[in-house]
């Protein structure tokens, strides 16, 4: 069974960075495409990144180049760099994929940004 859990999000005053990781178990990664999701409170989930098994990469709009996904197969990690954050980034940042013609999502961690 497939199974994703987030880590690395916290608070972090705007402009400043951080990087997420997502641990992917049951399956090999490389098998998958994985995204990158987020919500804020009061808002619908976004699609924020996404990377293919082969590791071609497509982002949100939003992103404006300074976000960079990417994925560590010996390891079965994803992770997602996030720089120059701004106050609207602020929100529970989900990896996820589809497995058996499901959606498979983690936990989520938290991103909080500060002035």
């Known amino acids: 069974q497939v199974q994703l859990m987030e880590s690395g999000g916290g608070s972090v005053q705007a402009g400043g960075s951080l990087r997420l990781s997502c641990q992917f178990s049951g399956i090999p990664l490389r098998l998958n495409g994985m995204r990158w999701y987020r919500q804020a409170p009061g808002r619908k989930r976004e699609m924020v990144a996404a990377?293919?098994?082969?590791?071609?990469?497509d982002y949100a709009d939003f992103v404006e180049g300074r976000f960079t996904v990417s994925r560590d197969n010996a390891k079965d990690m994803v992770y997602l760099q996030m720089n120059n954050l701004k106050f609207e980034d602020a929100a529970v940042y989900y990896c996820?994929?589809?497995?058996?013609?499901?959606?498979?999502w983690g936990q989520g961690t938290q991103v909080t940004v500060s002035g």
């Open positions: 996820a994929t589809v497995h058996n013609s499901g959606w498979i």
């Open positions: 990377i293919t098994t082969g590791g071609s990469s």
